[in-house]
């Protein structure tokens, strides 16, 4: 093993190799891609989107479910979503090796 003196200079007879320890970089978490949360989040939105779509003023009945409420449900989701998408980087280490 190696020592510095206190002027933070290596010992003589020291390589290069001896001296580098592989860098350890970690990511915050796994790519969104890969969570359930992501296919959780895109399930709801459209399912949202398709039941706004499909109850309707039929039969002389008032929309119950119009468009600016489905956005807003839409909205809502996707704030849920970035939230615990913040959590979970918050957190927690994926490592991985430089080399």
Not at 64 to 76: E, G, K, P, Q, S
Request: charged content about 20%; aromatic content about 10%; hydrophobic content about 40%.
């Amino acid at each position: 093993m190696t020592t510095a003196n206190p002027t933070g200079d290596y010992a003589a007879g020291t390589t290069v190799s001896d001296r580098t320890a592989p860098r350890r970089l970690s990511t915050e978490t796994k790519a969104s891609f890969k969570t359930s949360e992501l296919i959780v989040y895109v399930a709801a939105v459209v399912g949202v989107l398709i039941a706004s779509q499909v109850v309707g003023s039929d039969d002389g009945h008032d929309d119950y479910f119009r468009a600016d409420r489905a956005w807003l449900y839409v909205v809502i989701l996707t704030v849920g979503y970035l939230v615990s998408r913040g959590l979970a980087k918050s957190g927690s280490r994926d490592p991985y090796d430089a080399r």
